[in-house]
């Protein structure tokens, strides 16, 4: 960065020349990054990108620009006020993720009885699912299958009345003789046990 070079520019820069904020952004941009790299922990680094940051300061300092609230006499001054408000900007990003990084911790060193469960069900549950819905589809009247779709979207009485025009009292009916029909289906595929 050559504050010679930017000099010339200040002054358009400080009157919300669009063009000119942009050469000013490109020479100021590496330099803020770096500013932001020497101060971010090695802890945060997987969560911070120093170009979202500055790019976000420039977001911004433009609007200040572009209504004329912004003057520096000196490109020196323009330099240290990009600095500071990086500097502001990167530690009120720190403190937003300070308490979640606070809470968490690798997984590599943990036994895997201290893993947390997973908040996705098994996958033998999936499989059994998949297969009882399987079984409920070839039992279900070609003409119920809409409203047992619905059944699995987790609908209420009220949403399933409007959505099919049935009574309540015949989509209770339809889910009680599709229960009966899969115990009776699942009690004849079982073996017979004698005690």
């Avoid at 330099?79 to 500097?87: G, I, N, P, Y």
């Avoid at 499989?127 to 003409?143: G, I, K, R, V």
């Avoid at 025009?165 to 595929?189: M, V």
């Amino acid at each position: 960065m050559n504050p010679e070079s930017l000099e010339p520019l200040l002054d358009k820069l400080c009157h919300g020349d669009m063009a000119v904020a942009k050469k000013v952004f490109l020479a100021y941009e590496p330099y803020l990054r770096q500013v932001i790299r020497r101060q971010l922990p090695p802890r945060l680094r997987t969560k911070f990108d120093s170009v979202d940051v500055v790019q976000s300061v420039w977001a911004d300092l433009l609007d200040g620009y572009r209504a004329g609230k912004w003057h520096f006499p000196d490109v020196a001054r323009l330099e240290a006020f990009l600095v500071q408000v990086t500097r502001n900007r990167f530690i009120d990003s720190v403190r937003k993720h300070r308490v979640a990084s606070a809470r968490e911790q690798q997984l590599g060193g943990l036994h895997t009885s201290e893993v947390p469960p997973s908040p996705q069900p098994a996958a033998p549950d999936v499989l059994e699912a998949e297969e009882l819905w399987e079984q409920m589809l070839a039992l279900c009247p070609p003409e119920h299958r809409d409203l047992l779709q619905l059944k699995r979207q987790g609908l209420p009485m009220d949403e399933l009345v409007s959505r099919t025009g049935l009574h309540p009292g015949s989509i209770r009916r339809i889910l009680r003789n599709l229960a009966r029909k899969l115990a009776l289906a699942e009690g004849a595929a079982a073996p017979d046990e004698k005690p």
